[in-house]
């Protein structure tokens, strides 16, 4: 049976493996090395994830085995306005399908409209219509899109 919880300080060790594994399976994809990088670089330690009021680490389990995990956080904006930023949703290959990820969305959603959010994000990579489709069936639609170009140098090639 599929189902979400808060995460709890001892699954600090699950959740990195699960991170570990969720950012190699981007490897390759269009955009992933930047948005892995940004997302290592603004990363909080474990206890922040669990202990922080703004901040929330859910993990998802399947026959009570933690199989997944969503990390979201509370942004404020200006005038005061909250909004719901979903940092990460991942489930291991063998588990999707069976509504883990839909029982880690929904506890992600109830979080930020008890905190009193006005909305939620999330990122999905280009050409990613997997994780796009899963973002749109929570009713998330894209407004933005970030554009990039890479400039030349070191480890660069030059086109």
């Known amino acids: 049976m599929e189902s979400a919880r808060v995460a709890r300080i001892d699954d600090g060790d699950l959740v990195a493996a699960l991170r570990r594994d969720a950012h190699r399976s981007l490897a390759g994809a269009r955009g992933a ?5 940004q997302r290592v670089s603004r990363d909080v330690p ?3 994830w669990v202990d922080d009021e703004h901040r929330l680490a859910v993990v998802g389990t399947w026959d009570h085995h933690v199989v997944g995990y969503g990390l979201a956080r ?3 904006l ?11 949703v991942w489930v291991e290959t063998g ?3 069976v509504g883990v990820g839909e029982a880690i969305m929904t506890t992600v959603m109830d ?4 905190a009193g959010c006005r909305g939620i994000d999330s990122e ?5 219509r997997v994780m796009k489709g899963f973002f749109e069936r929570y009713g998330l639609t894209a407004r933005l899109l970030i554009m990039h170009h890479r400039f030349p140098g070191p480890g660069t090639a030059r086109s």
Not at 111 to 114: D, S, T
Request: zero cysteines.
């Open 74 to 76: 509370i942004d404020r």
């Open 46 to 48: 474990w206890e922040r």
């Open 95 to 97: 588990a999707r399908g």
């Open 111 to 114: 979080w930020g409209r008890a």
């Open 33 to 37: 090395e930047l948005l892995i990088g």
């Open 78 to 88: 200006e005038g005061g306005e909250r909004i719901e930023a979903v940092d990460e």
């Open 124 to 128: 999905a990579l280009p050409g990613d």
